[in-house]
Nanobody
Framework: QVQLVESGGGSVQPGGSLRLSCAAS????????MGWYRQAPGNQRGLVAT???????TYADSVKGRFTISRDSAKNTAFLQMNSLKPEDTAVYFC???????????WGKGTLVTVSS
C-alpha cells in the first residue's frame, strides 16, 4: 500500500501562484510515476502533469508554460508549482502514484484550489 498526502491548496486571485506538495509513504517502488490530476465541479477528473522516477514530465496543454511538476525522490515527494493561475484552474487537485511493474495506482484525497477575484 502507498499513502499519499497532498497539501498547499487554497484561495488565490487570478494571476497568483500556489505550490502543491504530495508526500508518499509506504511501498513506493523504485520505478514509479507521480502525477497531479484535477476535477472541477461537474467535470471528470483530468490530467494536469506527471513525472516519472527518471524525471520525464508530461503536461496538459491547458497548463503548459504556467505549471511545473517536480519531485524529490529521496523524500518521495512531488510538487506542482502553479503560476499565472486562472479562474478555470479552480478544482480539487489529486495526487496519483503509479507503481511499476504492475501499474498499481494510488490516489490522494485531494486539495482544493480556488482562483477567484
Amino acid at each position: 500500500q502507498v499513502q499519499l498526502v497532498e497539501s498547499g491548496g487554497g484561495s488565490v486571485q487570478p494571476g497568483g501562484s500556489l505550490r502543491l506538495s504530495c508526500a508518499a509513504s509506504g511501498r513506493l517502488s523504485s520505478f514509479n510515476t507521480m502525477g497531479w490530476y484535477r476535477q472541477a465541479p461537474g467535470n471528470q477528473r483530468g490530467l494536469v502533469a506527471t513525472i516519472t522516477s527518471g524525471g520525464v514530465t508530461t503536461y496538459a496543454d491547458s497548463v503548459k508554460g504556467r505549471f511545473t511538476i517536480s519531485r524529490d525522490s529521496a523524500k518521495n515527494t512531488a510538487f506542482l508549482q502553479m503560476n499565472s493561475l486562472k479562474p478555470e484552474d479552480t478544482a480539487v487537485y489529486f495526487c496519483k502514484v503509479k507503481n511499476e511493474p504492475f501499474n498499481t495506482v494510488y490516489w490522494g484525497k485531494g486539495t482544493l484550489v480556488t482562483v477567484s477575484s
